[in-house]
């Protein structure tokens, strides 16, 4: 499969190049050149096909030949070592719990694809680093999925007061070939100085850059495979239902593209809900048409605080750009602090199910529009809801306990490098050579 620039349908690449370039040089993002559809055999069998075999059916077309079948088997059986259960919380609502895994949210997935990847391709005498902008859960999956791997080193870059406690726990004090960088400033500026960081000649000339975030098709692409699992799992309880509508919680977008890639290759989805916080720049322009990004502003569902979301312009290519297509499709829904909130309490008193914020709002959007889509739904349980254990508190007004995964975390010291949001000193800091923990 070749991959072409959303800015440019000529300049196209190899999976494996697209892969260690993470973004091309005009600044678009890598989009497959042709879209492979899925027959009717494969439907039918998904049911009872597990998440590796999924993966690898969904996956052969887009990294084919650079993977072999052999290899990606492996990968595939490596990746998917935990489940992502659908979990009925209400009738015909369903959650699809992502929080599984060993960092507790959905980018485990999309991490630890990549890391294999990017590790298979990566030459020994060209170390990787991989920048990484994260407002909270990509970091901690990053840091973890390339935890120890020869020839890489990770930087995460996060808003210094934008993620939660134990979110900065899981990417600060890992150490080896991990370090983080806090920012004075907002998730889309610690993307805007990653991806400054890769059109600057001089930077690149000096390190062999990639990114980790859902720009790249390495972490953006293996994110389709649970929707085949949820449509699998949910197809096995209602063998009869035809219609279904998901709902996703939408910071940086790759998730809901990732989503409306997989039902474009066959996927039988009625409906997606675009559903955010505060930071409505989708749900905006699907009633407005008008595409606003604007700065982000602090949220519960912290997340999601993104102002410019970055795979937008593969929704866009998607539906070729045409806002009616898209809105057939994809339906928007935002919520505040307050109904998310008031969500939480309402579900765990209801139907004692513990929703995280971001999955609040997957499930109220549901609530609100599923009696005018007339399907069954499913949201998107993103993260677990202990890794936003101080607000959970707050408004449950009980403890949450933590999983194992993130109780090991508890009395770490962090190892932080903070810094003004500057590209200048960013890049002074990144053209350091790397000593473990730090840059
Ligand atoms: N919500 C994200 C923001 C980055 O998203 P990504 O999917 O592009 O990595 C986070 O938790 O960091």
Same mark, same amino acid.
């Given at each position: 499969m070749n991959y072409y620039s959303t800015n440019d349908y000529a300049a196209q690449m190899s999976f494996k190049e697209a892969v260690i370039k993470g973004l091309p040089k005009d600044k678009g993002l890598f989009f497959p050149h042709e879209i492979p559809t899925l027959g009717e055999d494969f439907f039918e069998s998904l049911p009872s096909l597990s998440l590796p075999e999924i993966a690898f059916e969904v996956l052969q077309p887009y990294v084919t030949p650079d993977i072999t079948p052999e290899d990606l088997r492996k990968i595939c059986g490596e990746v998917f070592t935990f489940q992502i259960p659908l979990v009925e919380v209400e009738k015909d609502v369903y959650a699809?719990?992502?929080?599984?895994?060993p960092t507790c949210a959905f980018k485990d997935v999309g991490a630890r694809f990549m890391s294999r990847c990017l590790q298979a391709f990566a030459e020994p005498d060209r170390p990787v680093t991989v920048l990484v902008a994260t407002s909270g859960d990509t970091g901690s999956a990053v840091a973890n999925g390339f935890l120890?791997?020869?020839n890489i080193d990770v930087v995460v870059v996060y808003p210094?007061?934008?993620?939660s406690e134990i979110q900065e726990m899981q990417f600060t004090t890992l150490g080896q070939n991990t370090s983080a960088v806090g920012i004075e400033g907002t998730f889309d500026d610690c993307q805007t100085l990653v991806k400054q960081a890769f059109s600057d000649e001089d930077l690149n000339q000096k390190k062999n850059l990639s990114s980790? $975030?859902?720009?790249?098709v390495a972490r953006w692409l293996p994110q389709m495979v649970y929707f085949f699992h949820a449509w699998g799992q949910w197809k096995k309880l209602n063998p009869d239902a035809a219609e279904i509508t998901i709902s996703v919680p939408s910071g940086n977008f790759g998730n809901l593209a990732a989503g409306l890639l997989a039902r474009q290759m066959g996927?039988?989805?009625t409906y997606f809900v675009a559903a955010t916080n505060r930071n409505r720049i989708v749900p905006n322009y699907l009633e407005t048409g008008e595409y606003a990004p604007a700065p982000s502003v602090a949220t519960i569902?912290?997340?999601?605080?993104?102002?410019?979301?970055? $795979?937008f312009p593969r929704i866009q290519e998607l539906f070729r750009h045409e806002l009616e297509a898209m809105q057939q499709v994809v339906k928007g829904f935002w919520a505040d602090d307050e109904e998310i909130k008031g969500t939480i309490k309402l579900v765990h008193q209801e139907n004692g199910y513990l929703l995280d914020p971001h999955g609040a709002i997957g499930y109220l959007s549901l609530r609100q529009l599923l009696p005018e889509l007339k399907t069954p739904g499913i949201f998107l349980e993103?993260?677990?809801p202990a890794k936003f254990k101080e607000s959970m508190e707050k408004v449950l007004g009980q403890e949450i306990e933590l999983p194992e995964q993130l109780k090991v975390f508890q009395g770490r010291q962090k190892q932080v490098t903070d810094m003004p949001n500057d590209f200048a000193g960013f890049k002074l800091l990144l053209m350091q050579e790397h000593k473990e923990g730090t840059l």
């Open positions: 699809l719990e992502l929080f599984h895994g120890g791997l020869e210094q007061f934008g993620v980790a $975030n859902s720009i790249n996927l039988p989805i569902a912290n997340a999601m605080d993104v102002g410019n979301p970055n $795979n993103t993260a677990h």
